[in-house]
């Protein structure tokens, strides 16, 4: 028996995994065989694995420069990808802070945005989420996700926050909702994943909703903290699903696809307002946060790859083409009685399987699961959930075979 503990892995029931031994484009190698990584090793990859120009970068920082501190220190690759993140996100978001996964960026966040109004002398503390959210699996980003079947055990440990409904159709009753909340004068922030709420089901909601949502933070002062982790870099269809609705958040997060999914690494970008709250000559106003590989040289180098990438090639037309792709494939299946709400945002593609019990430990997931993974094909349905997230690279051909498994499968 293995030694390794695997993550969201039943050790008890679950077959021993494949073992990977090369990835390229959109495949992953298994001692079993290719598999086509049809949900970008879990929404990380963008442009393709193994993409020989973020490759590259690596290569050449690791034979020159690697971990430092970065209290106190700084490095080109660090300050190359904060000029050019602040260059490419929403208005207003001039400071960025590095850390090394999308919990900790939002942890960041949440320590940001608490910071500020104790630093402002205002005692806002209360922290509003969406239903069906997740930030992570952390303490702190467990206690603004979704409650339920993952975390039922660490709930003793976790703070309260206000839950918002999910934005259904034109969201009146979130947005109203949310207004009343607001006008309290006792929330320090709001934090969401715009368009698309991943872990909690890919379920999506309009643009005019965060437009709305935002509109009401700036009429009772509150901070918007998008949560872009898994919709940042072309996911929806834009460079940043807030692009979408025209919206600047206060706090942005991004990780998952910043290296391209080849390096660990993440930021948390920050408006002038909530910079300048924290810096004082009163030294306990002083950010105290870090993680030891804080501003890695080796993984910025590797963002800064993607991000040439992403400005070199033409991706909002590829982006489009891949959504296209998508959108036929799902009407394919429209007629389908197995299959109902079929959603899509962006390269995003989901539908959800007819089955008399739903919810996350549907067993119709892991059925699904091994099915598809016999025709050489990777994805992990949410509960009864099914989703196509495809590094952007994608061949027509290749999401015909990841929807014909998924069609071939018999509920
Ligand atoms: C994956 C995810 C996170 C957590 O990122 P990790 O790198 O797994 O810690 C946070 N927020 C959203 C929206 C995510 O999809």
Redesign the pocket.
């Known amino acids: 028996m293995s030694a390794v503990w695997h993550p969201f892995f039943q050790h008890a029931t679950e077959p021993a995994p494949p073992r990977a031994t090369g990835s390229e484009g959109a495949y992953i190698q298994t001692d079993r065989g290719p598999l086509l990584d049809a949900i970008s090793s ?2 990380v990859v963008t442009h393709g694995h193994n993409q020989p120009e973020i490759v590259e970068a690596i290569r050449e920082t690791a034979g020159t420069l690697d971990q430092v501190i970065f209290a106190g220190l700084t490095h080109a690759p660090a300050e190359e990808l904060a000029e050019a993140l602040v260059a490419m996100a929403p208005a207003g978001l001039k400071h960025v802070f590095y850390s090394d ?6 942890e960041v966040a949440l320590k940001m945005a608490l910071g500020y109004w104790r630093h402002e002398g205002d005692g806002r503390h209360r922290i509003a989420v969406i239903e069906d959210s ?5 303490i702190g ?1 467990m206690s603004m996700g979704e409650r339920g079947v993952f975390n039922a055990a660490y709930d003793p440990l976790m703070f309260a926050v206000d839950r918002l409904p999910f934005p259904s159709g034109d969201g009146a009753g979130t947005l109203a909702a949310f207004e009343a909340l607001a006008a309290s004068g006792r929330m320090a922030a709001l934090i969401l ?1 715009p368009l698309v709420l ?2 909690g089901g890919m379920r999506m909601y309009a643009p005019s909703v965060l437009a709305g949502l935002r509109a009401i933070c700036d009429r009772h002062d509150v901070l918007m903290i998008a ?5 940042g870099w072309g996911r929806t269809g834009r460079l940043w699903a807030c692009d979408q609705a025209g919206v600047a958040p206060d706090i942005l ?1 991004t ?2 696809g910043l290296t391209g999914g080849v390096m ?1 690494l ?1 930021a948390t970008l920050a408006t002038a307002r909530i910079f300048e709250a924290h810096r004082s000559v009163d030294r306990r106003r002083t950010f105290y946060h870090s993680s030891s590989y804080t501003a890695n040289p080796i993984a910025c180098a590797a963002a800064l790859a993607q991000v040439r990438l992403w400005r070199a090639s033409p991706m909002q037309a590829r982006l489009e083409a891949l959504g296209a792709m998508q959108a036929e494939r799902l009407a394919a299946l429209a007629g389908d009685t197995r299959f109902t709400n079929p959603r899509r945002c962006g390269t995003i593609a989901a539908l959800d399987l007819v089955v008399p019990e739903g919810g996350y430990l549907s067993e119709v997931g892991p059925r699904m699961r091994a099915h598809v993974m016999a025709k050489g094909v990777l994805l992990r349905p949410l509960g009864n959930t099914v989703y196509v997230l495809p590094p952007y690279g994608v061949t027509g051909a290749d999401l015909d075979l990841a929807w014909g498994a998924v069609a071939s499968f018999e509920v």
């Open positions: 879990w929404w996964s999308g919990s900790t960026a939002v997740y930030h992570g699996d952390t980003t994943e991943g872990a949560d872009e982790v898994m919709t997060c990780s998952k660990p993440a």
